[in-house]
Protein backbone atom coordinates (compact mmCIF):
# COMPACT_ATOMS: atom_id res chain seq x y z
CA UNK A 1 0.00 0.00 0.00
CA UNK A 2 2.71 2.29 0.58
CA UNK A 3 4.76 2.14 -2.57
CA UNK A 4 1.05 2.71 -4.40
CA UNK A 5 0.77 6.00 -2.41
CA UNK A 6 4.36 6.65 -3.03
CA UNK A 7 3.72 6.49 -6.55
CA UNK A 8 0.80 7.92 -6.80
CA UNK A 9 2.23 11.06 -5.02
CA UNK A 10 5.07 11.06 -7.73
CA UNK A 11 2.70 10.91 -11.03
CA UNK A 12 0.99 13.57 -9.34
CA UNK A 13 4.14 15.89 -8.55
CA UNK A 14 4.93 15.52 -11.96
CA UNK A 15 1.94 16.86 -13.37
CA UNK A 16 1.88 19.46 -11.32
CA UNK A 17 5.53 20.56 -12.42
CA UNK A 18 4.20 19.89 -15.67
CA UNK A 19 1.40 22.01 -15.66
CA UNK A 20 3.43 25.28 -14.05
CA UNK A 21 5.64 25.22 -16.41
CA UNK A 22 3.29 25.17 -19.60
CA UNK A 23 1.77 27.94 -17.55
CA UNK A 24 4.79 29.74 -17.06
CA UNK A 25 5.85 29.12 -20.73
CA UNK A 26 2.56 30.34 -22.11
CA UNK A 27 2.10 33.30 -19.93
CA UNK A 28 5.69 34.94 -21.01
CA UNK A 29 5.14 34.26 -24.50
CA UNK A 30 1.63 36.10 -24.18
CA UNK A 31 3.51 39.83 -23.36
CA UNK A 32 5.77 40.46 -25.56
CA UNK A 33 6.53 43.75 -24.42
CA UNK A 34 9.87 44.47 -22.23
CA UNK A 35 11.10 46.94 -19.71
CA UNK A 36 14.30 47.05 -18.63
CA UNK A 37 14.74 49.21 -15.03
CA UNK A 38 18.13 49.80 -13.82
CA UNK A 39 18.32 49.58 -9.77
CA UNK A 40 20.81 51.65 -7.84
CA UNK A 41 23.35 49.33 -6.09
CA UNK A 42 22.72 51.52 -2.92
CA UNK A 43 19.17 53.26 -1.18
CA UNK A 44 18.98 56.48 -0.22
CA UNK A 45 16.67 58.19 2.64
CA UNK A 46 13.44 59.23 1.30
CA UNK A 47 9.86 59.87 2.93
CA UNK A 48 6.96 58.02 3.01
CA UNK A 49 4.00 57.59 5.71
CA UNK A 50 7.45 57.96 7.86
CA UNK A 51 11.01 58.30 6.71
CA UNK A 52 12.91 55.54 5.71
CA UNK A 53 15.35 53.92 3.04
CA UNK A 54 14.14 53.63 -0.63
CA UNK A 55 15.56 51.89 -4.15
CA UNK A 56 16.45 54.56 -6.92
CA UNK A 57 14.57 52.91 -9.92
CA UNK A 58 15.40 54.09 -13.41
CA UNK A 59 13.59 53.07 -16.81
CA UNK A 60 15.88 52.60 -19.54
CA UNK A 61 15.75 55.11 -22.41
CA UNK A 62 13.85 54.45 -25.41
Known amino acids: MIT???SFLKVLSA??????????STSSAADSSTKTLFIASETKD???????????VREKNK
Not at 15 to 23: F, Q
Not at 46 to 56: N, S
Request: glycine residues 4%; charged residues 10%.
Open 46 to 56: CTGVAPMKCLQ
Open 15 to 24: IVLLLVSIHC
Open 4 to 6: KTS
